[in-house]
């Protein structure tokens, strides 16, 4: 079973004197129990691909496939689930446990069933369904109606979890929490994140995407790219600071060391300088 984008094109406005391509030859496939990261920075086609992957959008070229059945919004109903950039803008129920229950009573699931799944889809957010069930979506920080959003897609079980730029706007505390949601939601789905940011994900992705310009810069591990921070540059990225301080420090020991995300090895191979030139 996978999630599977081959060579993908899709030009907003086609066949128009408007017409713009945001997408050219991009694949990308994601299987329950993985995660994969695409980045790239503001109009490089992030976006996009990840509405073409829940089925939003129907690309102009390629092959979108969900578990052997090709994708459109029918098949994806139910299976695959996407968190918005803004997912605060999901909210639209009286209450909080009314809003995370929409989901499994739109998919059939009785009253009783869906507020059961609504619940314990705010437990597994951080969420006490003792405190927050009954208040209003709209009376909520911007972190906890992040975790309500997420709580929604979680609480029909998806099979394919899509996170669309799921730590922007949140503090410190805020980015580290939805880190190990998505990390904890892995376990059971294969979720894949867009990211214009690789410092919460790339440690733990399975396999990393950079898009620069609607095409695909880079398809590989997150060892490869990490051995080549200079990708970083050329796609108007900014590297993770661990990256950036051996790089720096790289350039000022004229020393030849292996790059890495752990801080742990980092500090060991710079107090050591790094083997000479």
Partial sequence: M??????????YGRGTSFGMRALHDVSLEVAP????????????GKSTLLRIAAGLLR?????AVLDGVSLDRGSARGVVGLIFQDAESQLFADTVLEDVAFGPRNMGASREEALASATESLRAVGLDPATFKDRSPFSL???????VAIAG?????????LADEPTAGLDAKGRRAMRSLLLEARAKAGVVVVSHGAEEFLA???RVIVLSGGGCALSSTPRELVATPSMFDRVGL???DVLEVQRLA?????ADMPYTLDPAEAARSLTHGGGQR
């Fill in 2 to 11: 996978s999630l599977s984008l081959v060579s993908i094109g899709y030009t």
């Fill in 33 to 44: 129990g993985e995660l994969v990261l695409v980045l790239g920075a503001t109009g490089s």
């Fill in 59 to 63: 690309a102009d070229e390629g092959e």
């Fill in 141 to 147: 920080s911007g972190g906890e109606a992040r975790r």
């Fill in 153 to 161: 897609v979680l609480a029909f079980h998806p099979r394919y979890l």
């Fill in 204 to 206: 733990d992705a399975d």
């Fill in 238 to 240: 900014r590297a993770p």
């Fill in 250 to 254: 790289a350039s000022r020991r004229s």
